[in-house]
């Protein structure tokens, strides 16, 4: 096929020659997707399974939400799918893959686009609130992680992607940077229930399966995101209290501090009084520290009496002559 133009009419010929595939995967191109096409007529028409993925394809945005007439029943699954839940902000909202059951439906839905001009956007998708279940693995319960305000994409996606900045507007604690000293984790605001995540190479993730009709009674429901309606292009964080160039020059401070502590620590007591090159620096820089914060030149106040020294006098004693009479004795 030297065209994604022919591939429709290269699924019908592999229909006709080898029979009807139960999944197909591709990447979605306006060619293959596009309303009308011969490539959507044969898998409706065939009633084929698919799958839509191409790397980099995750970086969708969905539009303003819209009332719609869509299904309210919750929906089931016959068979147990497990797949992973994937911290990735590229999408602007959560989205619910084959991992995940819908239970409730909000009658909402939006157009989610790709981000490739070039690829037609998904219309009509349904907002919903879905459920996946997480199996801990040092206590063995299972939870079910509820995730409002999502996207559900679970006939044509298989695993779930979980924007951290929406879980993050509700109060979940979300630790996903992997060079942190902490463990890499999701924390419910009121600290009840943590799920350690893994890594595999950038990719931070959970495994977690599609909830069961008993897991779904029986265990322990997890809010992970708001109820309230989630509108990505209007959302806002709290500002930082503190600006880059505090951090910086804290940080400076503190190296100065660290390196002028290691210059001392070792070395002896008679070394650091007779420190002249030390003490220079030191005199120089509460020079420069004085004439920076003052530039008046000091003048001596002729009405105040210095008095006398407060030095030592010598203890020794002077000869006019020549020759001191003062024997050895």
Known sequence: MDSKKKAGDALRFFCQEFGVP??????????????????????????????????????ITSSHRRTAATSTKVSHKT?????????????????????????????????????????????????????????SPHTGETYILVFNEDLWMGDSMNCTLINPNQLRHFGTKVQDNPVSDLPLFIMAEDNEFSM???????????????????????????????????????????????????????????????????????????????????????IAGMHTEIVSVNNDVLQRNERID???????TLQTFQSKDRHSDVSPQ
């Open 196 to 282: 350690e995540l893994d890594i595999s190479g950038t990719i931070i993730y959970a495994d977690t399966h599609i909830p069961s009709d008993n897991e779904l009674q029986t265990c322990k429901h997890i809010q992970l995101s708001s109820s309230y309606q989630w509108n990505p292009h209007n959302v806002s964080f709290p500002k930082s209290i503190r600006c880059l160039e505090d951090i910086v020059h804290h940080r400076l401070i503190s190296v100065l501090k660290s390196q002028k502590c290691n210059d001392i620590v070792g070395r002896r007591n008679d070394e650091i009084i007779f420190d002249f090159t030390s003490a220079q620096r030191r």
């Open 22 to 59: 139960e999944r197909l995967t591709f990447d979605g191109s306006k060619e293959q997707t596009k309303k009308g096409t011969e490539f959507i007529k044969q898998i409706r028409k065939h009633n084929i399974d698919y799958h839509i993925f191409e790397p980099g394809t995750r970086q």
């Open 79 to 135: 068979s147990t799918i497990y797949d992973r839940c994937e911290l990735d902000s590229h999408p602007d909202t959560i989205v619910a893959g084959s991992n995940c059951v819908v239970i409730n439906y909000t009658g909402k839905v939006c157009d989610v686009s790709p981000y490739r001009d070039d690829y037609a956007p998904v219309s009509n998708v349904p907002i919903v609130t879905a459920a996946t279940a997480w199996q």
């Open 306 to 312: 210095p008095g006398f020294t407060d030095v030592p």
